[in-house]
């Protein structure tokens, strides 16, 4: 079979290698065996490649977060997976044609699920949903504030805030970005610049917005804060424009405002198994249902993953790349929204 290989740190597309190794066999009692059918490329894995991420393995090694496949072999324990069950992994390394892996790290889905949607929902997807649920109590009518609404897990933010009652307010570089999320359910959008929070307050009024999602930092975060009541949070997820988050001390000194990181791995940790699964699996009905879905710029086979690195680092993309390990080589499909 083939998998993806880093054999040093460096630049993605130049370290990542695909070869052929040993395809898994014999799952002890507990185990499975997946076919992957669909994985994603996220930032966390090309952080992870120049090893810049929070916990490294020592190279040689395999890479890769997320991803979903069918069951192709169960150990004899296993009760509540058959053969030919679609699932999403929850163990790392996914990089690869097959995966053995604990019964307890996969999530059964529903029989015809969109392998493409189900391979995002544990790294986008429960980001997007733990930074709505995790730092703030909100009911529906409440407001989150996002700077990065046209990023994968922002896309996610406005669909799941829809679907639990809750507004979001939207901050993008370009006036062109504002139909898209407009388009995308976003309830207000604005340029993020320095008069951002008086349109943000002319937008609620006196409502309050005690959440804040920033996947940019830099004088991004600055602005957000300024937006939040008294004892709001902004919480960090990403950086974007490359730089430090900035914030007055005049927002956590006289306002209380809470400036917090978030690292999905860390929240995963400390998750029991059984509701850990439960959220991954009502965000599949979700997509099932219709209600929720992420975009897809482009699918390659495993073969290219080099050509497919360098399309996820290209900008102006709408939706992320995906790769397909049961595709055929040169057998790209682009421009998807699925």
């Known amino acids: ?93 996914n990089w690869s044609q097959y995966r053995k892996v604990p019964a307890t790290l996969v999530v059964k889905v529903p029989a015809g699920a969109d392998m493409n949607q189900m391979s995002m929902l544990k790294v986008t997807g429960l980001t997007a949903w733990k930074l709505l649920t995790e730092f703030a109590t909100l009911k529906p009518g409440d407001s989150v504030i996002q700077n990065a609404p046209l990023s994968a897990v922002g896309q996610y933010v406005i669909q799941l805030a829809n679907l639990i009652g809750l507004k979001t307010i939207n901050l993008v570089q370009r006036e062109s970005q504002i139909a898209q999320v407009q388009n995308l ?5 604005f340029l993020d610049g320095e ?42 997820y990403g950086m974007l424009s490359m730089e430090p988050c900035v914030i007055s001390p005049e927002h956590l000194i006289f306002r209380s405002v809470s400036l917090v990181g978030f690292w999905l791995s860390r929240i995963l940790n400390k998750m029991s198994a059984v509701d850990r699964n439960q959220q991954v699996a009502q965000l599949a009905s979700w997509v099932c249902e219709g209600k929720l879905s992420g ?44």
């Not at 002319?202 to 300024?226: F, H, M, N, W, Y």
């Not at 790209?332 to 699925?338: H, N, Y």
């Open 1 to 93: 079979m083939k998998q993806i290989i880093v054999k040093k740190y460096g630049p993605p597309s130049l370290v990542a290698e695909c070869e052929e190794v040993a395809v898994p066999t014999d799952p002890s009692a507990w185990e499975v065996i997946v076919q992957i059918n669909a994985f994603p490329l996220n930032p966390a894995d090309s952080a992870m490649i120049l090893g810049q991420y929070g916990f490294l393995n020592q190279p040689p090694t395999t890479i890769g977060m997320e991803a979903a496949g069918h069951v192709v072999e169960i150990g004899k324990s296993v009760k509540d997976l058959c053969v030919g069950d679609p699932v999403i992994l929850l163990a790392n390394n």
């Open 185 to 189: 359910g976003g309830t207000a959008c």
């Open 195 to 236: 008069d951002v929070a008086l349109h943000v307050r002319e937008q609620i009024g006196k409502t309050p917005l005690r959440l804040a999602l920033d996947c940019v930092g830099g004088e991004s975060t600055e602005r957000l804060a300024r937006c939040l009541n008294e004892h709001g949070t902004v919480v960090n």
């Open 295 to 338: 975009a897809v710029d482009s699918i390659f086979p495993i073969e290219q993953i080099t050509e497919a690195i360098r399309r996820s680092e290209q900008s102006g993309r709408t939706g992320k790349v995906l790769v397909n390990p049961t595709m055929q080589p040169h057998s790209i499909q682009k421009d998807r929204l699925i």
